[in-house]
Structures are given as structure tokens and as C-alpha cells.
Antibody, heavy 119, light 110 residues
């Protein structure tokens, strides 16, 4: 079964750091672009970051550039998001997603992990 | 870059057809045929309903159809059913080589 499972969410103070993971199974993880997408409570989906299959090319939304780092370990079939200098506006459910079968269409999503930035 | 613009809400009675618009620019929807649509029920992850403007993934009902004209894409749901009540998001590839989501539309089945 093709599956993405996020972990690592939780409560963190403003200015703090948090690392999210996304474990992939059931497909050749090393062959696909991977993304992080977030959704603030009651708000819409917002693309956060992407990484190419070999991990050498990354792109970020302006709102997280310089604070967040996306990475991957293809040997472990795991995607990561290191989040530093967190702000209240980073509070959201974070989903990992992949354009598995179709270019630029997210056909695979994790269940999401909640990140709350609050003092 | 601003989010793609969608109506906040659309409603219809069971059996009717509704259309959700998604307006972008010549740097996203107008430039590429990489428009996708997602359905999201409360507390759930999004689900891909349409890819590449008008294609349905396997398993998605043929009541869902997509189209594009200029800088605006549209999702039509025909034969509206109670289970279609959800939030819907469009998404387009952009000239920045990144995806961009729409503002989202809440569909209500009356």
C-alpha cells in the first residue's frame, strides 16, 4: 500500500524549532519530487517547500525562506522539514505530499501533523 | 505571489450542477495545463479530483469535470450529491516552477 505518514508536530514557543518527518512506503520514494503543504486552522492550503528526487534542488515559499529547510533521506524513504525561528503564523497542519503519478498534481498525501506556535 | 482566486462558497440542490471558478494569471493558469483540483472533507487530507486541467484519476466519479479558458480554470460537479459537500481547492503550476493553491471554495448541498 502506498502511504505517507507524518510525525513530529507539537507545541513550540515563538522563536523555537521543530523537525517534522514523513515516512514513505509502498513506492520507490527516491524517484519522486516531494512537497510540504500547510493549512492554518480554518484556512486554505498553502504550498511550503519542494525537493527533487536526489535532494539537490529545493524551493521554498517566500513566507518560510531562510527559516525552514526541506531534506530527504532516500535510504530511509523519509522526508524532513526543519523549522526554525517559528512564528505564530506558522501554526498549521503540515502535510507531506507527492506528485506520484502525475506531474504537478498531488495524488498522494499524508494524514498531516499539527504544529502550534504559542507561548 | 497571491493565491489563485476562488469563490468562498457555492451551493446547489441534490441533482443539480455547480461550477467553481479559479482565476489566476498569465504566469500560472494561463501559461500551463497543470491545473489540479482537490476535495477536502473536514479533518481529512485533500484528495485529488482533477489533474492536468480536465483529467480524472482512476476512481474519481465522472460527475467531476474540469476545464480552462485563458487565466481561469473551472471545476463542474454534476448530479450533486450529499457526499460532495466539502471544501474544494484549485492548484496550478507557476512560472516560478512551484505549485500555487487557490483560496478554496466551500460547497454546500442544500
Amino acid at each position: 500500500e502506498v502511504q505517507l505518514v507524518e510525525s513530529g508536530g507539537g507545541l513550540v514557543q515563538p522563536g523555537g524549532s521543530l523537525s517534522l518527518s514523513c515516512a514513505a512506503s509502498g513506492f520507490r520514494f527516491s524517484s519522486y519530487w516531494m512537497h510540504w503543504v500547510r493549512q492554518a486552522p480554518g484556512k486554505g492550503l498553502v504550498w511550503v517547500a519542494q525537493i527533487n528526487p536526489n535532494g539537490r534542488t529545493t524551493t521554498y515559499a517566500d513566507s518560510v525562506k531562510g527559516r525552514f529547510t526541506i531534506s530527504r533521506d532516500n535510504a530511509k524513504s523519509t522526508l524532513y522539514l526543519q523549522m526554525n525561528s517559528l512564528r505564530a503564523e506558522d501554526t498549521a497542519v503540515y502535510y507531506c505530499g507527492s506528485t506520484f503519478a502525475y506531474p504537478w498534481a498531488f495524488d498522494m498525501w499524508g494524514q498531516g501533523t499539527m504544529v502550534t506556535v504559542s507561548s | 505571489q497571491s493565491a489563485l482566486t476562488q469563490p468562498a462558497s457555492v451551493s446547489g440542490s441534490p441533482g443539480q450542477s455547480i461550477t467553481i471558478s479559479c482565476t489566476g494569471s498569465s504566469s500560472d493558469i494561463g501559461a500551463y495545463n497543470y491545473v489540479s483540483w482537490y476535495q477536502q472533507h473536514p479533518g481529512k487530507a485533500p484528495k485529488l479530483m482533477i489533474y492536468d486541467v480536465s483529467n480524472r484519476p482512476s476512481g474519481v466519479s465522472n460527475r467531476f469535470s474540469g476545464s480552462k479558458s485563458g487565466n481561469t480554470a473551472s471545476l463542474t460537479i454534476s448530479g450533486l450529491q450529499a457526499e460532495d459537500e466539502a471544501d474544494y481547492y484549485c492548484c496550478s503550476y507557476t512560472s516560478s516552477s512551484t505549485p500555487h493553491f487557490g483560496t478554496g471554495t466551500k460547497v454546500t448541498v442544500l
